[in-house]
């Protein structure tokens, strides 16, 4: 099965990722301190930009909407790591946080 590569900037770190697994997935295999709280699109807490690849991942769902106007976050490559999942093969996804 092929893979999509995702780059989590802030720690240098470079994963390659099955689709169907969320970024928080990813994040926990792999020593990435991007910080989580309730693991369930709720708190704002792992708030992160995709800097490119957004094709790559499942599109925005209604918590993260919610969550991500709660916190006044405006910016279209906002997302939340919880929630979004890699849904393509052979692509690559930047990650800020
Ligand atoms: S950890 Fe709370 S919204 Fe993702």
Redesign the pocket.
């Given at each position: 099965m092929t893979t999509t590569r995702v780059e989590i900037i802030n720690d240098f770190l470079a994963i390659n990722v099955t689709p169907g697994k969320t970024i928080?997935d990813v994040v926990e295999a792999s020593g990435s301190a991007l910080p989580?709280?309730?693991?369930?699109?709720?708190?704002?807490?792992?708030?992160v930009m995709i800097e490119s690849g957004m094709e790559f991942m499942s599109p925005i769902n209604e918590?993260e909407k919610a969550?991500l106007k709660m916190v006044g976050e405006t910016s279209a490559k906002a997302r939340?790591?919880?929630?979004m999942k890699v849904v393509e093969h052979n692509g690559l996804v930047r990650i800020k946080y």
């Open positions: 928080q989580f709280g309730c693991r369930d699109g709720e708190c704002g807490t792992c708030v918590k969550v939340l790591a919880c929630q």
